[in-house]
């Protein structure tokens, strides 16, 4: 507790000194005339992303870009409270040229509104033109990205997240032995839940397994209340009036099916006092047969760790299952974090130039698989071949649980996974040369975007500070009696209308008026 007070501290102490730019800066909008400049002149720039001085190290692909573009890079950047660094550097006029950011992040969307307001960071959509900068001038441009504006403009270029990944991996050698068929329905699904807990899947004649791993993650077992017709995010009642889905007679259904599957012992018990890495290591070690993670990337990974334990375990993945309405899952808005570039920066158009490779498909290439002809080739069908030995003497591409590295280089990787835009909208474009696991990788995007809904709002940063503050306080309450109602601590009629009064002592009818002024 002690421990976690200080964090809180610190965290609190770090806002105070964002909060103090506001002072220090002066009251009012300043203009300020921005440098279009590109002399013959090497500069040197700070670029700074949480635990980015990892990589600060001397490497070909890099070299390449300073040679393009004139300039020396400098990698700056800690893993643990990076934010904080960032603040503090900033306060003490010691801004980064180049720097990574989550803006949209409810305890610092407040933080970067003060860079706006004080003119500390550029507003690139007033730079980019689709002549001179087409690449980021198409990025900041796509319906993805249209809730992103400040003041109309937009501020930072973001990180693509392009393949929504999360999957249902089972245990595929159990449901073999059951006689358990793919199932289709919420019915289905219970079924095989139960005949994992009861059926001696394992085989070793003891009742030592359970359906589901489960972890103080809510959000995993969330996403099952599509199935219920719930209306992720944001959606209007019959009488017009807005309502969020956590208060809906959909998610409360929801609520009351997760809650029976936990009293019949198919969750583990208490999985809300347990992380991530707990309901794995339960999947890993034939504790359980079902648990949900991240796909893509990561399907390598999970079947790796699964042979390593037991030779004869088969991992799948299964869509998820349908109930009154099809199963899938949510997202936001392709996106987590961007890059901004300070007022102060020299020359800050070579930095836009910069950023503008980074997003186009030749730069977007060579940041996440190397250099051509060194790093990798391509074969008749122009997909990436990697170059393992060449890849591992650079030692920036992450290495799969095969021991390969086949995965992203890691600078690159700081500026988003690989997209293609088509109708205005970011299109996931990976290569499937980074999976060690192809076809399980494949089904598993597949089966990830056959029903994935977008949250209403995309973003929330239009909606403003004092949405973020407000919701992070109910979307606090919302958690909490989530994971009351499902583990039978408090009634489910009890238990919702507690969550329902509580959230409006937490500001629920003012969030209300914020969607009905901005959208109405």
């Not at 002072?23 to 909008?29: D, L, R, V």
């Not at 003490?92 to 409810?106: E, G, I, K």
């Not at 595929?172 to 839940?193: C, G, S, V, Y």
């Not at 042979?307 to 949510?330: E, F, S």
Request: aromatic share 14%; glycine share 8%.
């Amino acid at each position: 507790m002690v421990i976690v007070m200080r964090r809180l501290i610190c965290i609190f102490c770090a806002l105070l000194v964002l909060s103090s730019l506001v002072s220090c800066a002066g009251g009012g909008t300043i203009d300020i005339d921005i440098d279009k400049t590109i002399s013959d002149e090497t500069l040197e720039y700070t670029l700074f992303a949480n635990d980015l001085g990892a990589y600060d190290a001397e490497n070909r692909i890099v070299a390449k870009w300073e040679k393009q573009f004139n300039v020396k890079f400098k990698f700056e950047g800690t893993g643990t409270d990076w934010m904080q660094t960032l603040a503090l550097r900033i306060n003490s006029d010691d801004m980064p040229d180049l720097f990574f950011f989550v803006p949209n992040d409810p305890s610092y969307m407040t933080a970067y509104s003060n860079f706006v307001k004080k003119q500390l960071v550029i507003p690139l959509s007033d730079v980019v033109t689709q002549e001179e900068t087409p690449s980021l001038y198409s990025l900041l441009n796509v319906d993805d990205y249209s809730d992103l504006k400040m003041n109309g403009k937009m501020y930072f270029a973001p990180s693509v997240a392009s393949d929504f990944n999360t999957t249902l991996y089972v245990r595929r050698d159990w449901m073999n032995k059951l006689n358990i068929q793919t199932p289709k329905t919420l019915d289905d699904f219970e079924a095989m839940l139960k005949a994992f807990t009861d059926n001696d899947p394992d085989g070793n004649g003891k009742k030592d397994t359970y359906g589901m791993g489960a972890s103080k993650v809510f959000e995993w077992l969330s996403y099952f209340r599509l199935a219920f017709g719930v209306t992720p995010g944001w959606s209007k009642d019959a009488s017009g009036t807005w309502q969020l889905d956590s208060f809906t007679s959909g998610y409360k259904d929801f609520l009351k099916w997760v809650n029976g599957l936990y009293g019949k012992g198919y969750l583990k018990n208490e999985f809300f006092l347990y992380d991530d890495s707990d309901a794995l290591n339960d999947f890993y070690n034939g504790k359980c047969g079902v648990v949900m993670y991240n796909g893509g990337r990561a399907t390598g990974g999970i079947t790796y760790k699964m042979r390593r334990l037991d030779k004869n375990a088969k991992v799948d993945v299964i869509p998820m299952p349908d109930g009154v309405t099809q199963g899938g899952y949510t997202t936001g808005g392709n996106w987590w974090g961007g890059w901004s570039i300070a007022y102060s920066a020299k020359e800050p158009m070579r930095l836009v130039k910069f950023l503008d490779y980074m997003y186009s498909e030749e730069g977007m290439e060579e940041r996440l698989y190397g250099l051509e002809g060194v790093h990798y080739t391509k074969d008749e069908s122009s997909e990436i071949v990697p170059i393992f030995e060449e890849r591992l003497t650079e030692k920036l591409f992450g290495t799969t649980d095969d021991g390969q590295p086949r995965d992203f280089f890691a600078i690159g990787a700081y500026f988003g996974s690989p997209y293609k835009i088509v109708d205005n909208k970011i299109v996931d474009n990976t290569s499937v040369s980074i999976y060690a696991e192809k076809d399980l990788a494949k089904r598993s995007s597949e089966y990830a975007n056959r029903n994935l809904i977008r949250n209403f709002p995309r973003d929330t940063m239009v909606l403003g500070e004092e949405y973020a503050k407000t919701y992070s306080a109910v979307s606090d309450r919302v958690y909490t009696y989530s994971v009351r109602i499902v583990s039978g601590t408090v009634g489910l009629d009890e238990g919702f209308e507690k969550m329902k009064s509580l959230a409006v002592e937490d500001g629920y009818a003012n969030l209300q008026k914020i969607l009905k002024d901005t959208y109405d």
